[in-house]
Structures are given as structure tokens and as C-alpha cells.
């Protein structure tokens, strides 16, 4: 690995500090205490994150359109006035009315209020009440259609849906972003031990170089041995700048989901870097059962499985036939009015309405759609269900796969750095040459850069498997 990082082109060293020089940062860099911890990092993600808040935004505007759905069984108050202003007759009647749909049938109650003066035309003799005018109230009550299910109902069901689909949509998203920020807080924590593990790599050709120095000039050790201590001090300084630059992009691209209060990105400054790599352990999934029903876009495509049943309830209640029952109780108050003294009474009115559908094609067709609808929506679940079995079962194989080959690379490092010691020790007493030295000191770096490696890709693995059986309580989101 340290073979092919060494091919390091001067020019990249000279473009980083270019840029550095002509762009001005976007993120603030503020200070903190002590190491930057994962949750610290998911905790600020959840709450501040773009795409959640968006999403939260998604669900305020379902919110509203339910409302708006709800708006159809307002009670709603009317008042109608008509007064002659010209003409033989001189009649002024005055009417209020109040209606209520109800929420469990599609009739709705109503009642008014109705007061008149004045003299009206023989075919207009319904206008005349008593001196106190006539209080009547009544229910319409449907039988058949729009007994059981009614198109505002319908709304309101399907607008309810609307508000759980933006809620797993919701879901879905703090849960992308979560995975995502774990991935940005590993990679910078692994590009900090890199740039460790090559910076201890330097620090050995620099402590070496006074020694060699001092040896060169006694005569006991060539010139050229300080030359090629030399030229491996200039390889393992240019593997440091890489790794510099490396850590640099990390902590850009963590700032993405680390912000502070107001939601600004903040970028970590690398004071805060862990010191072990305990902080490459990632995210633990304990709760491994029925993470199929627990996933968001599995919950969504239910959900509108539902919706599609609501839509041919609504379609298939049109074809039922109609009959309506219809109630009403009037009673005029007070002295008897131009109208004369039939109408003191207490009145009490029963009728019905009954129409049924021929032919009703748009309703047929609309049962068909929603038929279709449903069975296109329920494959599709059944599919996403077993992909996601797989899928998880697929992580598990892969987390597997990496905790032994992390393993492996910890027993590899041990050794390595065993050899390099020893070899040290070797060439401080005469009896090793400097290129073993620096072939076992780079074979040990490169030991512990591959168990860094390791490490990471078991904390990749460990954050794709709690996203995809959707554990909120590890990717810290609240249940």
C-alpha cells in the first residue's frame, strides 16, 4: 500500500495550498470539548439535518390537507332575505339556516328559523309564519348509498393516509441521512489513524536522522546511509501530506451532518479526533425481529394499499342504489300572522328519496382502477418484503466477512510491528542494514492502516445494517 501511495506528484501539495489560499471556508470551525463521539454527531444530525426538516415540512402540508378534507362536515350557517319593494304585494321574509353533516353516514341534521311580514301572492302562501316566526328542524339519513362510505369520508380517509405516508417518508429520510452521517463520522475517524499511523511512520525517520548524522560524521557510518534516510524522510512526509489532505476532506464532509444550534455545518477541528479506534466500533443492532414491518418504505406502500381498498369502497358504493330518509318537525310561535291559523300547529314531515343507476360505466370503470390499483401495490409489497429478507441477510453475511478479516488484520499488525522493533533493535546494534529497517517499518504501517481499513468497513456494515431493518434506537432516532 505505502508502494503505490508513494507515486505522490509534487503538484498535488501545490494545488491544495492554492486552494486553500484562494477559497474562503464555507463552514464555521468552532471549538469542542474533548473527542467528537458518534452520537454527538447523530444527535445533531436528527435535529438539524436539511432533509428531515424538509420532511417535517412534508408533513405539516399533509397536515393542512387533511384539514382541508375535515372542512367538508363544518357546520355551515346561512341566512336569506327578500323583501317587495314594488308591486301589489309587500312581503318581507327573513330566513336562517344551519347544517351539519354527519361524520358516520352521509346525510347530514339541519335546522332554521324563518320570520315574514307583509302580504304574498297566492302561490308564494308558504313564505307566511306567525308573528314570532317558525322553528323547524329535520335529518336527511342515508339507507343504501353513502350509508356506510361517502366521498367526504372518502377524502378524509385518503387525506389521513397522506399524513402516515409523510410520516414514513419522514422516517425514511432520518433514516438515509443517519446511515450517511455514521459513514461521514468513520471515514473521518479513519482518516485521522491513517494520518497518525503515517505521522509515527515520519516521526521514526526524523528521530533516526540525528543519529545517522552524528555516525556520518564519526566515520562509522557512509554518506550515503544519510541520503537514503533522507529520501525516505521526503516519501513519508509526502504520505503524510496525502493523508493530511484526506483527513481535511473528511472533516469537510462530515460538517454535512454535524452543525451547531442554528443548523450551520461546523467543521471539526482535528484536536478532536478520537484517540483509539474504539471509536470505529459504529452502531450496535440488537433488535434484529420483524424489522421487515419496521421499514418505512415497506409501511408507505401498506398505507396505500389502504388508500386504493378506500378508493373502491367509494367506487363500488356507486353503484349501490340510493334511498334517503328524510325527517322534519316545523312549529310557528307567537300570535297568528296574515298566513291565518293553520300553520300554529306543530308540524311533522317524513319522506324518502329513492334513485338507482342503469348503466353507472364511470363507476365500473373506477372499480376496475382501483381493483388493479391494489394488486399492483400488493406484488409490489410482497416483493419489497422478500428483498429486504435478503437484503438484511446479506449484511449479516458481509458483517461477518469483516469482523474476521479484522481479526486477521490485528494479529498482522502485532506481528509486524514486533518485527519492526526487533529490527530496529537489529540495526542500532550493527547487525541489520537500513533498507530491511525501513521495508519492516513501512510493512508495519501498512499493518496497521489495513486494520484501520478493516475496522471501518465492520462500522460501514454495522450502519447499512441498522438502516435496512430500520432500528431508529441505534442510528439515534427516537422510537
Do not use: C, H
Request: net charge neutral.
Amino acid at each position: 500500500m505505502i508502494r503505490k501511495l508513494l507515486i505522490v506528484p509534487v503538484l498535488f501539495v501545490a494545488a491544495i495550498e492554492a486552494q486553500a489560499e484562494g477559497q474562503e471556508p464555507t463552514t464555521a470551525q468552532v471549538p469542542g470539548a474533548g473527542s467528537l463521539t458518534l452520537d454527538e454527531v447523530l444527535r445533531s444530525s436528527a435535529r438539524t439535518a436539511p432533509q428531515i426538516v424538509e420532511a417535517l415540512a412534508r408533513i405539516r402540508a399533509a397536515e393542512g390537507r387533511a384539514l382541508t378534507a375535515a372542512g367538508a362536515f363544518d357546520t355551515v350557517f346561512e341566512v336569506d332575505g327578500r323583501s317587495r319593494t314594488l308591486g301589489y304585494y309587500d312581503g318581507t321574509v327573513v330566513a336562517g339556516r344551519a347544517t351539519r353533516p354527519l361524520g358516520d353516514n352521509g346525510g347530514y341534521l339541519y335546522g332554521g328559523y324563518r320570520v315574514s311580514r307583509g302580504s304574498f301572492p297566492i302561490y308564494e302562501d308558504e313564505n307566511y309564519t306567525n308573528r314570532l316566526g317558525e322553528v323547524k328542524v329535520g335529518a336527511l339519513y342515508s339507507l343504501l348509498r353513502d350509508r356506510l362510505v361517502d366521498e367526504r369520508r372518502t377524502r378524509r380517509t385518503l387525506a389521513a393516509g397522506d399524513i402516515d405516508i409523510a410520516r414514513f417518508e419522514r422516517e425514511a429520510a432520518a433514516i438515509g441521512v443517519q446511515r450517511r452521517a455514521v459513514d461521514a463520522y468513520q471515514n473521518w475517524v479513519a482518516a485521522g489513524l491513517r494520518l497518525r499511523a503515517y505521522r509515527d511512520l515520519l516521526t521514526l525517520s526524523e528521530s533516526r536522522r540525528g543519529g545517522l548524522a552524528r555516525q556520518v560524521q564519526l566515520g562509522s557510518r557512509p554518506d550515503i546511509l544519510l541520503a537514503e534516510n533522507d529520501q525516505n524522510l521526503v516519501r513519508r512526509r509526502a504520505l503524510v501530506v496525502r493523508a493530511e489532505g484526506d483527513f481535511q476532506a473528511a472533516a469537510n464532509a462530515l460538517s454535512l451532518y454535524y452543525r451547531d444550534a442554528e443548523g450551520q455545518p461546523v467543521l471539526v477541528a482535528p484536536e478532536r479526533l478520537p484517540t483509539t479506534a474504539e471509536a470505529l466500533r459504529g452502531v450496535a443492532s440488537n433488535d434484529r425481529t420483524a424489522f421487515a414491518q419496521r421499514r418505512p418504505d415497506l409501511q408507505v406502500l401498506l398505507t396505500r394499499i389502504d388508500q386504493g381498498s378506500a378508493r373502491l369502497a367509494l367506487a363500488e358504493n356507486e353503484m349501490r342504489p340510493r334511498l334517503d330518509l328524510r325527517g322534519e318537525l316545523g312549529k310557528d310561535v307567537g300570535e297568528v300572522g296574515l298566513g291565518g291559523p293553520s300553520r300554529t300547529p306543530l308540524e311533522g314531515i317524513v319522506g324518502f328519496r329513492f334513485s338507482l343507476p342503469l348503466q353507472n360505466r364511470a363507476a365500473r370503470g373506477r372499480i376496475a382502477e382501483a381493483r388493479a390499483e391494489i394488486d399492483v401495490l400488493d406484488a409490489r409489497s410482497r416483493f419489497l418484503r422478500d428483498q429486504i429478507v435478503i437484503e438484511v441477510e446479506g449484511i449479516n453475511i458481509g458483517v461477518d466477512a469483516a469482523e474476521r478479516l479484522a481479526v486477521i488484520a490485528e494479529q498482522e499488525r502485532q506481528l509486524a510491528e514486533r518485527l519492526a522493533a526487533a529490527e530496529r533493535r537489529r540495526f542500532e546494534l550493527g547487525s541489520s542494514d537500513f533498507f530491511l529497517v525501513n521495508q519492516r517499518e513501512e510493512t508495519a504501517t501498512d499493518a496497521r492502516v489495513r486494520l484501520v481499513d478493516a475496522q471501518a468497513r465492520i462500522a460501514a456494515a454495522r450502519a447499512e445494517l441498522a438502516a435496512a431493518i430500520a432500528d431508529r434506537t441505534a442510528l439515534g432516532l427516537q422510537p
